[in-house]
């Protein structure tokens, strides 16, 4: 079948896109860079032809609360309405693991208001609710830093690898849509702290990771289990330990 992958030139569209095609399906990556915009509508309707499936896993290019959110509305509709136009029968869209328990967070509020038009929509939908990724380490550790020292909370944690979420995406994609939503996340759930005391070593990074109950995650305080899916979610296979050996992040 026909899918569109939009956001198909990234991080995991472009390995569902590969994915997908090693499947046999016609997988078609639909980006900026190919030539498809959803703010502007620019491409989209030629894009979405004959289309069966369209997963949406593009992201904003400013995370600023006010842009995100825009950002999220403004392609979330336009892509819904090139899906009613092109008759596409099933809309997938790639979101967070707990987008309703922290409201600070612009990331998330923005995330969970494109959730809703997704769902009050008359497309048959699926959301998948992924925790955060392997590849995004570095970068939460960055963001949480404070000269050499790294903040973390002591509550619990279960990334996973991109590659698995572009497995799960590709399975919900090819099945019937679910009108609600799918949780994945990593095989291990390990506290935050922990996590990155012991991933940034393995990264050959020196700073150190502090515990700090009140530490905030993008704006956010976390629960216990702000950032980790209920039971039921379906679960990857690969460790950090792992992805690291396979992908030779490691020092």
């Known amino acids: 079948m026909k899918i569109v992958v939009v956001g198909g030139t990234g991080l995991i569209g472009s390995k569902l896109v590969a994915k997908l095609r090693e499947q046999g399906h016609d997988a078609v990556p639909a980006s900026p860079k190919t030539g498809v915009n959803t703010i502007t509508g620019e491409g989209l309707a030629e894009a979405l032809a004959g289309a069966s499936v369209v997963v949406d896993v593009a992201n904003a290019p400013s995370w600023e609360d006010e842009a995100v959110l825009e950002f999220f509305k403004t392609s979330t509709r336009n892509l819904l309405a090139a ?3 092109a008759g596409v029968g099933h809309h997938v869209a790639l979101s967070i693991v707990g987008t309703d328990r922290l409201p600070e967070n612009g990331y998330f509020r923005a995330k969970l208001a494109q959730e809703k038009l997704i769902e009050d929509s008359s497309i048959p939908f699926s959301i998948v609710h992924a925790t955060q990724f392997f590849e995004f380490v570095k970068g939460i550790a960055d963001s949480a830093a404070d000269g050499d020292t790294v903040r973390m909370a002591p509550v619990l944690f279960q990334p996973m690898a991109g590659d698995e979420v572009a497995e799960a995406l590709g399975r919900v994609s090819v ?3 679910v009108n609600g939503r799918v949780e994945i996340a990593g095989p291990e759930q390990l ?3 922990e996590f ?4 940034l070593a393995a990264l050959g990074d020196p700073r150190e990771v502090a515990t700090d109950p009140h530490a905030r995650y ?3 305080e976390l629960d216990e289990r702000s950032l980790v899916p209920d039971d039921g979610a ?3 296979e690969i460790k950090y330990a792992d992805w690291l050996d396979r992908t030779g992040s490691g020092r």
């Open 196 to 199: 990155f005391r012991n991933a």
């Open 218 to 220: 993008f704006g956010s």
């Open 83 to 85: 899906d009613a136009a």
């Open 191 to 193: 506290r935050m702290d």
């Open 175 to 177: 099945g019937s849509p």
């Open 234 to 236: 379906v679960l990857g």
